[in-house]
């Protein structure tokens, strides 16, 4: 029988002390009146329970800033300011609001709400300078995750015939090769992050849970010690000696681009027809050069952008992918290799914003590290949520409840954009609005044709 894709959550609370946006301060002049307890539907005021004639300190974590209690206190004994502590969480594109949102999205598996209250920035660089083409949100059939319509998340890794051929007999004459279907169009890499024996073993069970490859080093396949499904796995190896250790039941392997890649890959192929190989590849103007190569004779093209949103020369994924996907298609290369790209996503919506640039799919990094209550503060000897002792059923839960608000908010997203299948997202840079196209269009006349810095 058809059963839908569902994505089984469990609801699981961080491990360390939570950090408040605001905090909530109340003075020496307050007279225990109570006035604020009742002001705040939120609860951050309540009386001390040891002295129900004093008031407890006001709980921050709860507060949502919406002054009232501020306002109706006779005392002027309540202060709200910005927590420094949240104030320096993150670094570049792991903004504050991102990382603590995306420990709620672990924690609860639950779209967020920022809309209303949402006083960030609705521009800024990388993926933050687009914005999507929501005008089929009026729809109730397509309303995303609620809505009665289909939306489809799945994904194919490897290469495709740009044309079947049939004989006269109507039987398929064109040789497919290995394809992998994945339910949704996000892979979790644990080879560019630091993770323990645990917290590996609990992404590998987030991967089995979403039905998603993950990508690792080859040295950490015996220590899953079969406990994820191998053909979920998906080691980096460096030569083709390396194949003897990657399991039978592996559908994937990695390798890094390297003057000798196309030997490697021609062995690899000679060795496992069966078995895609994706090349790892650092976006840079000499690689572009060379890119068509391995475009042809690759099943994979894995991008490596760095956390920071960015390549080696300074531009921003936004932007590489956008070449490399018109560079494809203008060589006639681009539906036969999958493009997945890496690095720098730190909301859900910069899934599907990197689709719309032209990847098929991405990997998830740092994310993975986040949902564990990461603070992207890079003091990872003296880390302040203490991951290295992250068990691995937590890990498991934050991880899969990240990956679950990501989809439902790609859901949302396609829904309002009138997209069936996110398939049909890549590369549909006419679904997608650019700020230097807007710029453009609204000031060209003032600056003469020019772009407006
Ligand atoms: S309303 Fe003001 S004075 Fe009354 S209990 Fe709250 S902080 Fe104190
Ligand atoms: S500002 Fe609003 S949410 Fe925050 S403590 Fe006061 S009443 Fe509650």
């Not at 905090?23 to 007279?31: E, G, L, M, T, Y």
């Not at 949102?101 to 672990?106: G, P, R, S, V």
């Not at 960030?120 to 949100?137: H, K, Q």
Request: aromatic residues 4%.
């Amino acid at each position: 029988m058809y059963e839908r894709y569902h994505i089984h959550v469990v609801p699981t609370l961080g491990r360390h002390h939570p950090v408040p946006k605001f905090v909530v301060r109340r003075a020496d002049n307050c007279i225990n009146c109570g006035k604020c307890e009742r002001a705040c539907v939120y609860g951050a005021h309540k009386r001390d329970t040891n002295d129900l004639r004093k008031m407890a300190e006001p709980d921050s974590t709860l507060c949502k800033n919406c002054f009232r209690c501020v306002v109706e206190c006779p005392q002027r004994a309540l202060s709200i300011k910005v927590n420094d502590e949240f104030r320096n969480l993150g670094k570049g594109v792991w903004t504050p609001v991102r990382v603590s949102t995306m420990w709620n999205e672990a924690e609860n598996a639950k779209i967020p709400v920022l809309g209303a209250g949402y006083r960030g920035n609705f521009s800024g660089p990388g993926y933050d300078a687009m914005w999507t083409d929501m005008s089929e949100i009026v729809r109730p059939t397509r309303d995303g995750i609620h809505g009665r319509e289909f939306i489809s998340t799945s994904v194919d890794i490897g290469r495709k015939p740009p044309l079947l051929r049939f004989d006269e007999n109507g039987s398929l004459l064109t040789q497919m090769g290995p394809i992998v279907d994945l339910p949704v169009p996000f892979l979790l890499d644990v080879s560019r992050i630091s993770v323990t024996d645990a917290a590996l073993k609990g992404m590998a069970g987030a991967a089995k849970e979403l039905g998603t490859l993950m990508v690792l080093p080859l040295d950490s396949v015996s220590k899953l010690n079969g406990e994820a499904p191998a053909e979920l796995l998906v080691p980096l190896i460096s030569s083709v000696q390396d194949l003897e250790r990657v399991p039978p039941q592996a559908r994937m392997v990695e390798i890094s681009h390297s003057p000798e890649w196309k030997n490697v890959l021609k062995e690899l192929k000679e060795k496992r027809p069966g078995l895609l190989v994706s090349i790892r590849v650092q976006p840079s103007k000499e690689l572009m050069a060379a890119v068509d190569d391995m475009a042809r004779e690759a099943d994979v093209l894995h991008v490596l952008f760095a956390e920071s949103g960015m390549d080696h020369d300074g531009q921003y994924a936004r932007d590489t992918m956008r070449l490399l996907h018109r560079h494809l298609v203008k060589v006639g290369l681009r539906d036969g290799v999958t493009v997945i790209s890496s690095g720098g996503l730190a909301a859900a919506e910069m899934v599907p914003k990197s689709i719309i640039c032209g990847s098929d799919a991405v990997t998830l990094e740092t994310a993975l590290l986040v949902a564990l209550g990461c603070h992207v503060c890079e003091k990872c000897e003296d880390c302040p949520s203490d991951l290295r002792s992250a068990p691995e059923e937590f890990v498991k839960c934050r991880v899969t409840n990240l990956c679950s608000a990501w989809r439902d908010q790609m859901l949302e997203m396609l829904g309002a954009m009138g997209i069936r299948e996110v398939r049909r997202l890549r590369g549909e840079t006419g679904r997608a609005i650019f700020q230097e196209d807007a710029h453009r269009d609204a000031f060209s006349d003032i600056t003469g044709g020019g772009n407006v810095e």
